[in-house]
């Protein structure tokens, strides 16, 4: 799958990606990510890329023209991408369906913003405008990497077990099940002096073990993130789990 992220500061992006399976998928060639510094798209000789808001008012609002260029070449060497994403708080927020849905585009092109943000006019460029969150951050590098990231781990060949990415918390509106390794017994004093492993995962039972994953899951979600369930797309077994938890106590978390 190909990326494009359009940046004034490439090396925030470039440094965060060198390590981890993300780096690696990027150098096998199962992803290809040009980061595209917007300072070369300038025609000036200070590369200047903000200016003043018509109106008056503070703060500096990134200039559309380097921007436009940008994407003009990203369309010359890679093609028109479908989909180019404008980072931004007013955004629509960015979740777990959008990253599947952006997962099975061949091409995606994602703008950073600094400053006060982007002049309007590049908004008609964008196909959507994505935020990470109700906060503001000073630019789009985070959410682009958050973007890229929670898209790229699902293309396929990325991560090696992709079992784990279908079990992982929204895949399927559920949050995942909560994970123990060694040691069995950890001795940590105070009034509770061991933490223990729960005894299902010891015992060897498959059966059991998949069952108590399944309720430990939906039973998580019902606490946490009950308004999950109206979308999660259940198994009978999970259903009759969920039947069972809301009949009594679902337990503390
Ligand atoms: N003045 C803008 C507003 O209030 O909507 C905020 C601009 S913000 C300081 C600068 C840039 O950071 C934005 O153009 C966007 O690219 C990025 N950004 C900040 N918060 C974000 C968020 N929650 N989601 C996505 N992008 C964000």
Redesign the pocket.
Known sequence: MTFDIVTIFPRVIEQLLEAGVLGRAIERGTLDLKVRDLRSFTTDRHHVVDDVPYGGGP?MV?KPEPIFRALDVVEGERGRPLTVI??????RRFTQADARRLAACEHVAI????????DERVCGRATEE???????????EL?ALVIFEAVARLVPGVVGDEQSVADDSFSRGLLDFPQYTRPAELKVGGPEPTLNVPEVLLSGNHAEIRHWRKREAVRRTLIRRPDLLATASLDEEEREILRELQEGSHGRD
Not at 86 to 91: E, H, I, N, V
Not at 113 to 118: A, C, D, I, L, V
Not at 130 to 140: A, E, F, N, Q, R
């Open positions: 703060g990134l404008l980072t931004s708080p007013q955004g703008l950073c913003g600094r400053y006060e943000g982007f994505l935020s990470i969150g109700d906060y503001v951050l000073t630019g789009g959410p």
